[in-house]
């Protein structure tokens, strides 16, 4: 059974940091390019980081780099995203998606807050 669960959201001030974590179950975890979406409340979901399954490249929103890093541990299956420097639009779901050819595989999403 695949799953994806998140973990590390929560209620944050402005300037401050989460990790968020997603560890993975049921499928080979180092095949999947791996993926970090958000959905603010109001808004549609959208892509916000993603790394190989290489773990050699990284990618990241506009909105988001330079204060986001996303990093996976092959031996925990499981892929992070260090989130720095947080404000009030980066309140939103955070989801954790797996990827391979055609395959897409998510998580439940975990609830970041940025409010004073």
Known sequence: QVQLVESGGGLVQPGGSLRLSCV????????????????????????????TSSGTTTTYADSVKGRFT??????????????NSLNAEDTAVYYCNAWYHHTNYWGQGTRVTVSS
């Open 70 to 83: 996303i990093s996976t541990d092959n031996v925990k299956n499981t892929v992070y995203l260090q989130m």
């Open 24 to 51: 993975a179950s049921g499928f080979t975890f180092s095949m999947y390019a791996m993926n970090w979406y958000r959905q603010a409340p109001g808004k549609e979901r959208e892509w916000v980081a993603g790394i």
